[in-house]
């Protein structure tokens, strides 16, 4: 069923499908479980003196349908450029791109009011909101940077924008798969078989970034469109992460953990154990049905 | 003459090919008066004494890092700013007169360095290095690079004044055109780039690596069309050194350039990727850095000779070691390539003959696609007949003929052949025997083609229905008002139909009840069919686009737009989706995402839906031709010439490929198998 369906049509035989039990929950109770849990952390690191990440998270659960569906907007920037510059590049970033995706997504959404989206493609005003952001990167001062993932959640859906190195990582049945893929340079060595992965980890040129925003007036963002199965997760990351705890180890932390949000704690605990070389930030959603 | 007149004169010389001529004002710009201004400073600001070489005359500047020079600003009493000319990474570069001929009109190029950095001790290094940069460039002497006249500093910002080149850059020359370059003239071209690479790289005391090559750095001049080199690496020494995570390539730099290596073989890698970019068209800004070794520049542009080709891919090779290991043997190549391609003939694939292993000729032209099914091939015909042929020998094995053309492609189900006609008539019709079983009237001409699901036939119709109706006796399930003619075909998915209408609209109606369940308005007609995977479907409109709609609420995710009515349905094979479009290319996009993956140019309108088998997909364009094409690549494998537009999409089945022509002619072919 469609999100518009689902959010502005009454159903004409209420509860037909009713959302899965949580264990535990009274069955009157079941009304009240969110279709979607957001937990995020970020943490500096222990040799950075500045945080250059910048993160938005925004989830609303529209119950005027049942089951409720959920809308949510995850955002994830790692400033690049060192000083001052990069924290200013991430969160400029991050506050340009969603305002327009609050502006030109979710109100004509949450309004039903879809037709005034200019019948525009979902994800032409995602890349476009990144390119909004890359032109507001390029005009502060310095010669700082920024990468991007800005993800929108509706109904089943995940919609994406990237560039850079920050990942998106769909997680379910036990695995974890990378939907973006870095834009830097050792990746593309990896791909060309130049390195091993292992290498990779310890390439002195592993920051390296062929693609970010405030580089280049003209800007290509990757677009990426992922299904949600119920129980999945997303997770977004900075290379703080990625760089030094492994996807398996993500996944057992994301499963062991009693709740999103200490599952985004330990992963950063995890991170600062590691060494701390970067900052580190992590954006976890669970689709619960 | 204004740069865009140049810029177009330019281009009408490589449109004809003749011999480079001279612009007839080339030495005209700018229109000065004939007066000479007044030498020294505008009257408003005190004059600095002469022997300052510090702040003057920058008026209001205030040591501000992010105002222009304005027309008239009088740099060192002497270089009375004209015009601004571009924007560079650190700086502007301006026209300017030199005050000191004041007879002449003596233009020179003022380029400014601004230097981002606060802190006055980095800056001063940066300075340093800049003037000894500088002063490298002031001994060289070449006709390919600018003169440098004057090097001074004042405020915080550096000033090189150098000759003035009227001319065209490459990169803005490309941003002109919509077909690549003719080789001849990047051969050209690149022999001179050689010719002053090699120059620079024997330089003494110690050689000097451009590290900057790329398009917009190579200008023609309008004088004589030499290529003069501009913006000679200066930029680079003023970057300042980033820690942390870094950010590379412009797309042209060698590979080494990461591991802070520069050295002469790293030119030869860039004039690779910038001779790439001019024979392609392919950006590599907008590509994952050394990919060129994956997108042979043949794959792009089949004119240029495999011998240019061979050139430019040693160039680009992505050890140092494997490159040419200097400009001059590059040049030597080059010559033998300018030597080889004269008098060559365009270049043709080699395997492009094709041998039908049957043809069949009706009365009129084929715009139906055949359909085969159990060794039989069924088409319509404009001389309003559907034809049943024998699929590996083309014999006919019955005929039914109705009261108008048949553009409808022919469904088959259960025994049955389903197909519309013009006569406003919707046939069912036995496969063995091609007597009919029912009909079902409309109030339109049928060119939509019927689909089975369910046991049920659907079809659009010009009366702006869709009929949904019981394959077994033709009896209605159901209509719905399609707004506007209906020619693109309802396809079932789950429990949806789905197609596109002449109102602009792609609707998806429930398959039971025929009620509308999404509509999604395009802003022109809809004649595509669309297809349906990864839960989208795919359809194309004539307002140019293809579009990829959620199917479960008719949501667009992504469009791609061409230059051409999209009439062609696409195809999906795994993550891949192939359209044609009226702009003359065949289509290869990322299905997820909408991104490019390949093109194929034809000389026509692709309106034939693309077919893909073993990963070779076969389409037919307005340009008479059926080609073969590697799904992967978008390489031509071959192409086959019919009497007239192909329209109709081809058919795959037994390893033949079926396609109708408008020359009257289905014809079989051997598919790639057995190859």
Known sequence: MGIRNKLFRREKENGSERPPTREGSPPDRLQCASPLDVAQATDIGRTREINEDAFLTLKAVVGTSDPPSPLALLIVADGLGGHAGGREASTTAVRVAARALITELLLPILMNETREMGRRPIQEIITEAIISANQSVSQIESDAGTTLTAVLVADHSAYAGHVGDTRLYYVTDGKATQITKDHSLVSRLVELGEISPKEAQSHPQRNFLYRALGQDPELEVDAHLQRLAEGSYLLLCSDGLWGSVSDQEMLEVIYEAPSLQEACNRLIDLANERGGDDNTTVVLARINY | ?675
Request: proline share 7%; aromatic share 10%.
């Open chain 2, 1 to 675: 003459m204004s740069a865009n007149d140049r810029k177009r004169s330019l281009l009408d010389r490589l449109k004809s090919a003749e011999p480079p001529q001279k612009p007839a004002d080339e030495t005209a710009q700018p229109p000065g008066e004939s007066a000479p201004p007044p030498a020294g400073p505008p009257s408003d600001v005190p004059p600095a004494p002469p022997e300052d070489r510090g702040p003057s005359v920058v008026p209001d500047s205030g040591g501000r890092d992010d105002e222009f020079l304005s027309t008239g600003d009088v740099l060192q009493q002497r270089y009375e700013i004209r015009k601004f000319l571009s924007k560079g990474g650190m700086g502007a570069v301006y026209l300017a007169k030199d005050l000191r001929f004041p007879t002449v009109e003596k233009l020179v190029a003022v380029k400014e360095m601004i230097s981002a950095i606060r802190d006055s001790v980095t800056s001063r290094i940066s300075l340093e290095t800049f003037q000894r940069e500088a002063t490298i460039l002031a001994s060289l002497s070449h006709v390919a690079i600018p003169k440098v006249f004057d090097y001074f500093h004042q405020e915080r910002r550096v000033y090189l004044v150098i000759e003035y080149i009227q001319g065209t850059d490459l990169e803005s020359l490309l941003a002109e055109i919509d077909y690549p370059l003719p080789q001849d003239n990047v051969v050209n071209w690149a022999i001179q780039t050689c010719e002053v690479l090699n120059y620079l790289h024997n330089h003494k005391p110690s050689p000097i690596v451009f590290r900057d090559m790329k398009p917009s750095n190579i200008m023609i001049r309008d004088e004589d069309q030499r290529v003069v080199l501009i913006d000679f690496g200066i930029a680079k020494v003023f970057q300042s050194g980033r820690r942390g995570t870094m950010i590379g390539t412009e797309g042209y730099s060698p590979p080494e350039q990461y591991r802070g290596i520069a050295e002469p073989r790293g030119d030869v890698y860039a004039l690779g990727a910038t001779l790439h970019h001019l024979l392609t068209r392919r950006d590599p800004r907008k590509e994952p850095p050394f990919t060129f070794q994956e997108h042979p520049i043949r794959d792009f542009n089949p004119s240029v000779t495999p011998e240019m080709e061979a050139v430019v891919m040693r160039a680009l090779a992505y050890e140092a070691e494997d490159r040419y290991p200097s400009a001059e043997e590059m040049r030597r190549d080059l010559l033998a390539v300018l030597g080889t391609s004269q008098g060559t003939a365009p270049t043709r694939p080699s395997r492009e003959e094709r041998t039908p292993v049957w043809s069949f000729v009706c009365q009129h032209e084929i715009r139906s696609s055949p359909q085969v099914f159990e060794n039989a091939v069924y088409f319509g015909s404009y001389d309003k007949s559907m034809y049943c042929l024998e699929a590996s020998t083309g014999e006919e094995r019955w005929r039914y003929a109705t009261d108008g053309g048949i553009v409808s492609s022919p469904c088959v189900w259960n025994e049955t052949v389903f197909f519309g006609s013009e006569d406003q008539i919707l046939y069912a019709v036995y496969t063995r025997t091609g007597r009919i079983v029912w009909t079902c009237p409309t109030d339109g001409k049928i060119r939509s083609s019927p689909k089975e699901g369910y046991d049920h036939v659907f079809f659009g119709s010009d009366d702006h229905r869709v009929y949904a109706l019981s394959a077994k006796s033709g009896q209605e399930l159901w209509r719905f008002d399609g707004g506007g003619p209906v020619r693109s075909s309802p396809v079932v998915s789950g429990e949806l139909v789905i197609f596109g209408s002449d109102d602009g609209n792609v609707y998806a109606v429930d398959v039971q009840s025929g009620e509308m369940r999404w509509k999604y308005q395009t802003d022109r007609a809809v004649q595509s069919t669309p297809t349906m995977a990864h839960d989208m479907a795919y359809v194309g409109s004539t307002d140019f686009s293809l579009y990829a709609l959620d199917l479960d609420n008719g949501w667009p995710v992504w469009r791609f737009r061409t230059k051409g009515r999209v009439i062609s349905s696409p195809w999906v094979s795994g993550n891949v989706i192939y359209f044609g479009s009226n702009d003359h290319h065949l289509y290869a996009l990322d299905a997820r995402t909408g991104t490019l993956l390949w093109k194929y140019a034809t000389k026509g309108s692709v309106v034939s839906s693309p077919r893909v088998s073993n990963g070779t997909v076969y389409v037919g364009s307005a340009d008479c031709h059926l080609y073969s094409l590697d799904g992967e690549t978008g390489n031509l494998r071959w192409r086959f010439p019919t009497g007239g537009p192909i329209t109709a999409s081809p058919a795959i089945g037994a390893g033949l490929v079926y396609v109708g022509s408008t020359d009257h002619t289905v014809y079989a072919l051997p598919t790639e198998q057995g190859d």
